[in-house]
């Protein structure tokens, strides 16, 4: 069973930017998570030293580098699923449909940032979200968290917690290996998207380390 929506939100808080008490907010969250799955709790306790150890301006820079300066490592999961496209561009406006739907509130991020995708898991239909958890989040989350490993970077471990809370969501019986599966009310073929996805990537540029 999946886990509660103060959990998601937890994970959700660690994802965005670092703000004026940040490092209150990630051992808040890492309790939080702990409650849920001990063994997610326990991936975060490396972050939650390094959140306490670094002044905010830090915690800041580390944060743009990590996700706004690299496409591997950006948080936007229709990014790592259809790159830039029009699917994407569709997947982005029934994501801001969900969002709306559950009363999730946008942060300034696009709609398919992991933040907001991890808000809209923890308050969907359990059905919904346990497809959506397992067959399109859980692969971007395993890219990102592939990447910031090889970085040995300290949001590696958000990432690791994040993939263990994922995990906890039920996946909907796949149909029989004779029965074609059903097109994914949130990925639509081709045909069905907006006329354009332009400046739909993470970010409109991205800078090399």
Known sequence: MRPDIATHDALARLLEYPRESFA???EK???QVADSNADAGAMLEPFVAFARSEPLSTLEETFTRTFDNSAERALEVGWHTFGENYTRGTFMVRMRQRMR???VEENGEL???LSHVMAVLG???ARWSG???HDTVAPAVAKIHTALIDQQNPWASVLAAVAAVLAMHEHSPRPPEDEPESKS???PPHSM???SCHGCGPREEFGHE
């Open 123 to 125: 308050r969907a239909d």
């Open 131 to 133: 497809d959506m958890a």
């Open 101 to 103: 739907e559950v009363g």
């Open 24 to 26: 209150d907010a990630v």
């Open 111 to 113: 709609p398919d940032h």
């Open 193 to 195: 998207a907006h006329d």
């Open 29 to 31: 969250a890492a309790r």
């Open 185 to 187: 009310e949130w990925a």
